[in-house]
């Protein structure tokens, strides 16, 4: 049984830095897909950034470029999303999702998720 659980949220003021974590269990993931959703209220869930288990490949959202970066601790089975320059938008649960990937390309749609953490709280305040 997969399991992730995300930790490092919380309460930050603009242009402050958080890094989340994503411990991953139940199995192997060398062949997985690790991604980073965020969903605000009233808003839909949206990719925040993904990339292989194995590192080749990393992807962003436009909103994610040049300030947040997607990491592997592959030892510790951790993935981790490092936030900089954080701005009130950011403002979002954030969670974690991993796939068995087939192909190498970016998978950004939820819906293509199989396992989900349960969510970590990031608030950034103006």
């Known amino acids: 049984q997969v399991q992730l659980v995300e930790s490092g949220g919380g309460l930050v003021q603009a242009g402050g830095s958080l890094r989340l974590s994503c411990a991953a269990s139940g199995r192997t993931f060398i062949r997985y897909f690790m991604g980073w959703f965020r969903q605000a209220p009233g808003k839909e869930r949206e990719f925040v950034a993904g990339?292989?288990?194995?590192?080749?490949?990393?992807y962003y959202a436009d909103s994610a470029k040049g300030r947040f970066t997607i990491s592997r601790d592959a030892p510790k089975a951790t993935v981790s999303l490092q936030m900089n320059s954080l701005k009130p938008e950011d403002t979002a649960v954030y969670y974690c999702a991993a796939r068995n990937m087939l192909y190498l390309r970016t998978y950004s749609s939820g819906d293509e998720y199989n396992y989900w953490g349960q969510g970590t709280q990031v608030t950034v305040s103006s």
């Open positions: 990339g292989s288990w194995s590192g080749d490949s990393t």
